[in-house]
């Protein structure tokens, strides 16, 4: 995979994450969406570090955090 491969794939995947996040605040049962985002945060994280692109990867594990903050203070009792 080239460098502009692996960058497309982590857009990718951020945006399906981020969609996901947009998805909990309409979603009768947001905890699949979550999972979901967590998911696609992940591999995103991945696919980061297995390239070398560390502030890649810090920058999404922060996207990441911030949205388990934001679950965790809307959705969980």
């Known amino acids: ?4 491969d692996t960058r497309q794939r982590i857009a990718e995947l951020e945006a399906l994450a981020e969609k996901a996040y947009d998805e ?6 947001p905890i699949g969406c979550f999972a979901d985002l967590k998911d696609y945060f992940s591999e995103a994280i991945g696919t980061a ?3 070398g692109l560390l502030d890649e990867a810090n920058r999404l594990r922060r ?4 949205c388990k903050e934001v679950y965790r ?5």
């Open 24 to 29: 909990m605040y309409e979603a009768r049962f």
């Open 1 to 4: 995979m080239t460098n502009e």
């Open 63 to 66: 996207r990441l955090e911030h």
């Open 49 to 51: 570090e297995r390239a």
């Open 73 to 77: 203070k809307q959705f969980s009792n």
